[in-house]
């Protein structure tokens, strides 16, 4: 009989399932409280438990999502990378970045990427598969068992969040929950390549999550070049949707920017991502690529980072720019993914 992992469901499921079983419902809770409060997953700590209850669950349930981990520190601490090797072998990475009093978890969603952008580590790896509910929510559970409590989680990780929709959005329940990991939904972010299909079910769904759109280029022809998903996700049409989701909601719009020399840093482009971020009254997040021997691009200079900014600042577009962390262990952005090429 295989196991069921109760964090793939939500509490009144696992009430239902350990009923079935003949077992009090307010168990369930019990464990749900053991687990995403205290971060316990062995049954046999869980003291409140009779021991009868315990050894029958046992027969019948599982936490552990993963078969190994490997922990990997940065050299300046900045950052975390997890190596996550999942019960089927495949493997994932996710990575806590400390903040001063709080940390940051970007988790992946599928076991590689589909969307294979040009730029990006995930995508040359290619897709293995989508990762189900209780492997995003152990991610999160990991970090906090590891000593990082985690109060903001972004899907920056491996894979297309809007391409596993569902599990990423029950996940994500669980995350925001009272009685999961109870963060606050202004605290995770879900990082899109511009999937129509899944921001109109964002707005079918009401679902008032923040949403950071990586652009790529804002030119179509000049995007089609490095972001394949061009082709059947037009830009053009991907900021009409998207400006009917901020519409339906307050929460300010991220546009993350690689730069990539040569390819998307001249002043026009600039000013077209400029143009693109005053339509949707957003914000630009310049993240300067992050380079790696399969990627056949680099990134701009330091000084020319300061240019760009400048030059959205002439157009009065709030900008950020995202410094690289943990670059030397692979774990920035569209770093993941290093383990399934060794
Ligand atoms: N699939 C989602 C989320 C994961 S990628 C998405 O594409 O939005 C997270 C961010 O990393 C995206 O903004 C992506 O454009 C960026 N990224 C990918 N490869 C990168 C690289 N080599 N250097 C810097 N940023 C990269
Ligand atoms: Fe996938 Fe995002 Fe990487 Fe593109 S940038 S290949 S969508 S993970």
Redesign the pocket.
């Known amino acids: 009989m295989s196991l069921i992992n109760p964090l793939s469901l939500t509490l009144p499921e696992f009430e239902a399932q350990v009923t079935e079983w003949g077992i009090k419902p307010f168990v369930a809770r019990q464990i749900f409280r053991w687990v995403y409060q205290s971060a316990v997953i062995d049954l046999d700590q869980m003291t409140d438990l009779s021991k009868s209850v315990r050894a029958e669950l046992k027969d019948r349930i599982t936490l552990e999502s993963f078969k190994a981990v490997e922990v990997v520190p940065s050299i300046d601490h900045s950052a975390t990378k997890c190596v996550v090797t999942l019960t089927d072998g495949k493997m994932i990475e996710c990575v806590v970045l400390h903040e001063k009093t709080y940390n940051t978890l970007c988790v992946s969603s599928q076991c590689g990427?589909p969307?294979d952008?040009k730029?990006?580590?995930?995508?040359v790896v290619g897709f293995k598969r989508n990762l189900e509910v209780h492997e995003i929510v152990s991610q999160v559970l990991l970090a906090n068992r590891r000593g990082f409590p985690i109060t903001n989680v972004v899907?920056?990780?491996?894979?297309?969040?809007l391409l596993n929709y569902d599990n990423v959005f029950k996940a994500i329940d669980m995350i925001n929950s009272e009685t999961g990991f109870h963060l606050s939904k202004r605290n995770i972010t879900v990082?899109?390549?511009g999937y129509l299909a899944g921001i109109k079910r964002l707005i079918a769904d009401e679902r008032h999550i923040n949403l950071?759109?990586?652009v790529?280029n804002a030119n179509p022809t000049k995007r089609a070049r490095i972001m394949p998903i061009e082709l059947r996700n037009p830009i053009m049409e991907v900021a009409k949707v998207l400006a009917d989701y901020q519409r339906q909601h307050n929460r300010k719009l991220t546009l993350?920017y690689?730069l990539l020399k040569g390819q998307n840093d001249s002043e026009q482009d600039i000013r077209e991502l400029g143009n693109l971020a005053l339509y949707l009254n957003a914000k630009v997040n310049l993240?300067?690529?992050?380079?790696?021997v399969r990627?056949p691009f680099t990134p701009v200079s330091s000084s020319y980072l300061g240019v760009v900014r400048d030059l959205l600042h002439r157009q009065k577009v709030p900008v950020t720019i995202r410094f690289r962390r943990g670059q030397e262990i692979s774990a920035?952005?569209?770093?993941l993914g290093e383990s399934h090429l060794t």
Do not use: R
């Not at 730029?119 to 995508?123: D, K, R, V």
């Not at 899907?155 to 969040?161: C, I, N, R, S, V």
């Not at 993240?287 to 790696?292: Q, V």
């Open positions: 990427c969307v952008c730029f990006c580590l995930t995508g899907f920056m990780g491996m894979g297309e969040p990082s899109t390549s950071a759109f990586s790529g993350e690689t993240i300067n690529l992050n380079p790696h990627i920035a952005c569209g770093q």
